[in-house]
């Protein structure tokens, strides 16, 4: 028990509780803006951004998916009547907008695990690095910090059927080319993106190695480890919490897949097989005008994410008991 | 605790989402607007030749009515017009006039109640009409009214290049591009011949507009001037939808037309021989390509005089935003003006849509021979389907189009048929 549960234990009263309040209750100032207002006034700021950028739009998401809502000019008179789930029931039937979560699925069984193995060998071998160490990093992290309009060019440039890297793979490389074809779009997407990526990742690791002991690799070294039985006996472990973040964030960067597939398939090509949902929220909620069907399926999307963030959590131990 | 904090923040979300659910009020769309007068703002395109126009434009409507100034500005910029447009419709921030309203988009932006019927004008109806004729038609609302100027077209054609055409063995001036079946041959020739990667090269992708540049003129060409949608109902899956639906099919199987989306134009860059394109091509291919241009294909081969085809018009909203909207309509008749469609077909060879084009700018022609044929084409085009659903309809269908046409996956005809029961679905509801 800390010292602080000590002195909130049952019978004792701490002198400003008894000072002049024999109910009990506590000011009504300190009741709203809590011990220390000082406290209240700095978060506020951000407690309003929240409000506004999070907690707003999400409940008038809610609101708007259970309507047949459309985007009008101020003061103009529109019906925009009730409609219960029909907007969810439409959308979970929609072979598009399943094939669009089937899509990410995939994308993200890819992208995921390469996000994570990627980054993390990389920032290890980069943190032992003596030579251009600064060169390298930055290397990684130049994609990172590019528009995806930027390099979206070169991927097709590469990924084309008279790319790069379908010359280099001659007769291996598919028919029809990458990009086009139904059963790759998605992977080569994933590919991209995880490439893209990479170098936010791995400067994440990269700060969290900075906290792993080196007596531990000392240790292990004298108890006669290797680098690789090094690496899964102790960075491994030692950057648990970093792996976690970056499963978290790299699922959820993933789920809201929009601008790749938009650009390097032509508005989800072919035939739907790289169509994320927040592609088809957009088709359907900017481009055809029915922002409460996309709301539906905006919020199927952040269930969808928050099922497998929690799966996560739970299972890549982010919890500090484990 | 947490409970209280609890009612808090949700009173505080509640408090918060009244306060700008209650910001949406207000607005320009009053009575009153329809007859103020005062400063107006337009937006125009941002081409070259097009911010050209509009400068000059804004000028001289500026030299003479110093109580009524414009400010004339470029469309910001954003994924599309119609994207910029919208969201600008529901800020309450439309300017009065955009020069780049895209017909697709119209229906949308009238359920919006963002556009003003140009009819509530005393002579609203009649001076588009006569400008305009019978072409004005398709551009009426369900209801009757106008809710868009009738403003330029860009009558799609078949642009091709003639040194790839010579160095394929073909006759340059004289192409055999009428007929489905003289067209296939030609384009085999030229990609056997090696004079060109392909034969032609529209986009392959999956944007509902694209539609616009391949299917749609065909059909209109094949069909003497039938639309995707006519009396409500979808057209396409009839015989001629299916033969031109075939016909790309064939150039995709082929290889005659690329699936892989070309970054830039591949027409320009030597990618095909062939594009299909408007009039607005002749300025940005200049000098670069050696160029002659085509009526599209039919089955059997219509007369040039005869070939319907794709407007691919821009046309004017007046925005129910606007604060002075007697001045807009005046400035809107005085941009459409005789004068001013002379300026603009001088100086973007875009075709006004005037029902004696080719009478009214003769000397123009005259001087600009090549312009002449598509001066000819815009007085026989058609348009998209009218009404809200238009972009979910043109995506329908090119979803349907991608599938079975581009990637050849499954039956034409039923792809067709399950394009038209959605259209006709979305028909009804408008």
């Not at chain 1, 199927?300 to 929690?310: E, R, Y």
């Amino acid at each position: 028990m800390s010292s602080d549960t000590l002195g909130r234990s049952p019978g004792v009263r701490s002198p400003r509780r008894t000072s002049g309040k024999a109910s009990g209750k506590l000011p009504v100032r300190q009741r709203v803006f809590g011990k220390h207002p000082l406290g209240a006034l700095f978060s506020a700021p951000y407690l309003i951004f929240v409000l506004l950028v999070f907690a707003y739009p999400l409940i008038f998401a809610g609101y708007i998916s259970v309507h047949d809502y459309f985007f009008s000019a101020p003061g103009a008179v529109v019906d925009r009547p009730f409609t219960g789930i029909e907007n969810y029931v439409t959308a979970l039937t929609d072979p598009r907008v399943l094939r669009s979560f089937l899509n990410v699925g995939i994308f993200l069984i890819i992208n995921v695990p390469l996000t994570v193995v990627l980054s993390l060998v990389l920032a290890t071998a980069l943190n032992k690095v003596v030579r251009f160490r600064a060169f390298l990093r930055v290397s990684y992290y130049i994609p990172y910090v590019t528009a995806s309009v930027a390099v979206v060019g070169v991927w097709l440039f590469l990924f084309n059927g008279n790319g790069l890297v379908s010359t280099l793979l001659g007769p291996l490389a598919p028919d029809p080319a990458w990009l086009i074809n139904p059963y790759w779009a998605m992977p080569t997407i994933a590919l991209f993106v995880t490439w893209k990526q990479l170098g936010f990742y791995i400067l994440l690791y990269l700060a969290a190695l900075q906290n792993v002991p080196n007596e531990l690799y000392e240790s292990a070294s004298t108890d006669g480890a290797g680098a690789v039985r090094s690496f899964f006996s102790v960075t491994i472990p030692g950057v648990r919490s970093a792996t976690v973040l970056v499963l978290l964030l790299a699922t959820v960067t993933g789920a809201n897949l929009f601008t790749e597939p938009y650009l390097l398939t032509g508005g989800g090509g072919p035939n739907g097989a790289s169509a994320s949902p927040v592609l088809i929220m957009y088709q359907q909620g900017i481009q055809q005008g029915k922002p409460g069907y996309a709301a539906a399926i905006g919020v199927v999307l952040v269930i969808f994410v928050l099922v497998i963030a929690l799966l996560q959590y739970r299972y890549a131990g982010g919890r500090d008991d484990k | 605790m947490h409970r209280r904090t609890l009612m808090t923040a949700t009173a505080t979300v509640a408090v918060t989402i009244f306060a700008l659910t209650a910001c949406s009020g207000g607005g320009g769309n009053t009575s009153d607007a329809l007859t103020s007068t005062g400063d107006i703002t337009i937006w125009y395109s941002n081409n070259e030749q097009e911010v050209a126009w509009g400068k000059a434009m804004v000028e001289a409507w500026n030299a003479d009515h110093p109580d009524e100034q414009i400010k004339g500005q470029e469309i910001p910029a954003g994924k599309s017009s119609e994207e910029v447009i919208g969201a600008a419709i529901t800020a309450g921030t439309a300017p009065c006039l955009v020069f780049n309203t895209a017909p697709s988009a119209v229906g949308q932006f009238q359920k919006q109640g963002g556009l003003v019927d140009l009819t509530t004008f005393d002579d609203g109806a009649s001076y588009i009409e006569e400008r305009s004729g019978e072409a004005a038609d398709q551009y009426s609302s369900p209801e009757g009214g106008y809710f868009q100027m009738p403003w330029k077209s860009n009558p799609v054609m078949i642009f091709y290049n003639k040194d790839m055409f010579a160095a394929a063995g073909l006759d340059p001036e004289n192409p055999a591009l009428s007929t489905y079946d003289d067209f296939l041959a030609t384009s085999r020739t030229l990609v056997q011949s090696g004079a060109a990667p392909f034969a032609i090269h529209p986009a392959p992708t999956s944007e509902f507009f694209q539609a616009q540049f391949d299917f749609m003129p065909l059909y209109a060409a094949e069909t003497g001037g039938t639309g995707l949608v006519e009396d409500g109902e979808a057209t396409f899956a009839d015989e001629e939808g299916v033969d031109v639906a075939t016909f790309w099919k064939t150039i995709y199987d082929e290889g005659l037309a690329g699936k892989e989306q070309i970054q830039g134009d591949a027409f320009a860059s030597g990618q095909s021989a062939m594009a299909i394109v408007g009039p607005w091509a002749v300025a940005v291919y200049g000098e670069d390509v050696n160029w002659g241009a085509v009526p599209v294909p039919t089955q059997d081969g219509t007369p040039a005089e005869e070939t319907y085809t794709f407007s691919d018009a821009k046309n004017v909203g007046l925005y129910s935003a606007c604060e002075n909207q007697a001045t807009a309509w005046e400035v809107l008749k005085f941009a459409t003006s005789e004068e001013q469609d002379g300026q603009l077909l001088e100086l973007t060879g875009q075709m006004p849509m005037r029902s004696d084009l080719p009478e009214t700018f003769a000397d123009y022609f005259e001087a600009n021979p090549a312009y002449t044929t598509f001066g000819d084409q815009a007085g026989r085009t058609i348009e998209v389907p009218a009404g809200p659903n238009t972009v979910e309809m043109l995506q329908d269908f090119r979803d349907a189009y991608t599938k079975a046409v581009i990637s050849g996956d499954g039956d034409l005809e039923d792809a067709l048929n399950d394009a038209a029961e959605k259209v006709n679905a979305l028909a009804s509801e408008g």
